[in-house]
């Protein structure tokens, strides 16, 4: 079994509190927490100034083998992409779009969070 401390999932939503805690205290708003439509799904929707910012948070024991923000490929950004435009569709946003990426590293007791603005373009969005 797999302990506490090393269960993806526990260690998943850790770093998504902490990720929101971190924007929170930046001056954002959030506005939604693992958003889903369907197959669709966005880890945290905040607002600050005119800007709604579409967060990825990845969550890593450690950055051994990558860093965080590697696992957000292609794949993954048009998989953001998709669900960011059903978002804004469904709630007729019309505000500046931002698509960002935070890293949050360590464990509960010491994340280290890095923030990366406009991690990424759509010309969705453009």
């Known amino acids: 079994m797999t302990a506490p401390q090393t269960n993806p999932k526990i260690l998943g939503k850790a770093g998504e509190d902490a990720a ?41 024991r450690n950055t051994d083998f990558r860093e965080p923000y590697e696992a957000v ?15 804004v569709k469904m709630y007729a946003i019309d505000a500046r779009i931002r698509f960002d990426i935070m890293e949050v590293v360590g464990g509960p007791d010491q994340f280290q969070i890095t923030h990366i603005e406009d991690a990424f373009d759509s010309p969705l969005f453009n």
């Open 73 to 87: 490929d292609w794949k993954k950004i048009r998989h953001i992409v998709v669900a960011a435009d059903a978002y």
């Open 20 to 60: 929101v805690e971190y924007l929170t205290r930046k001056g954002y708003t959030i506005r939604d927490r693992n958003w889903r439509k369907n197959r669709l799904e966005l880890d945290i929707v905040a607002t600050k100034d005119d800007i709604i910012a579409f967060v990825e948070v990845k969550t890593r």
